[in-house]
């Protein structure tokens, strides 16, 4: 439910409408947009009256949520959230560059990679310690020991860091050594884990799940925002259809699709969007254009070596032609990538 204030409401009127709020046990979220006050309205509201809220004055309407994700819905908060992670801001109008390697692998790689991910403009470093392989005898990550290195690597590089979580008994380490904790696509609809995210203060970047509807990336979201974290990221990093020429089919239509149904912030992974090197950068390019808040992107220095995910790794140079590219198409939407 949202009460939609007057222009012009005194804070008097809005403290009036949040007290009678809180006191029949709901918690409120104000949303201060341009010219008004909209107050969501947190808990169970089915037995909540609007009347009791129409009559106070300051009030114009009071409207339920009619989608079934609430605290992610554009309605209940209509003003874009912007994440901010140790001065890196993720939906606001920069556009941020993160890349990296798929797995973490070594100190020398990690720092490697670090170092031409900040000198190209990129401002998070990802790499993953835990990987989803789809066969167990592929190459696993280097676990806790990899996210140690990861985090000394981008802090030297002044990166902030981000890396996927696969199961709950992971999170203390991802609290201790990363910034942004990824939900890997295989994941999405792991409900545990994502409750678990709910409860801690560290910004979660949720990938679309490998065939999952944009509602249902949504109501995932839903699941950590109502546990108390509020800091979700959206990531479309391609779904599967019936297409062979691609890995996935990169959905930049959930870009806007999202952008529009949702003030938190979306970012696109085209590397496993299509997973082919050379449309990674067409790709990317579609979907700045498409308005994604960031890219993820992989990179890696010698990617015909990686342990995963080589094929979709561009080489550095690739990722330093890149970004003025983007750079270029972010300022025609209005824009910027610094
Ligand atoms: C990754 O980011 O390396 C990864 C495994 O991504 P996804 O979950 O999208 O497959
Ligand atoms: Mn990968």
New binding site residues.
Partial sequence: MIVVMKEGATDAQIKTVTSKLNDLGYDVHPDRGVNQIIIGVVGDTRSLDPRILEILDGVTEVLRVTEPYKLASRSFKPSDTVIEIQGVRIGGPEVVIIAGP??VESESQIHEIAATVRKTGGKIL?G?AF??RTSPYSFQGLGVEGLKIMNDAAKANHLVTVS?VMEISQIEFMEQYVDII?V????MQNYSLLKELGHIQKPVVL?RGLSARIEEMLMAAEYVLSGGNSQVIF?E?GIRTFETYTRNTMDISAIPVVKKRSHLPIIA?PS?GIGIRDKIIPMARAAIAAGADGL?I?VHNEPDKAL??GAQSLYPEQLAQLVPELRAIAAVIGRTIE
């Fill in positions: 798929c797995s990802r993953g990987k989803p996927e990824q890997g696509a295989r994941n990938k990531c990093r992974d496993h993820m992989e995963s995910d």
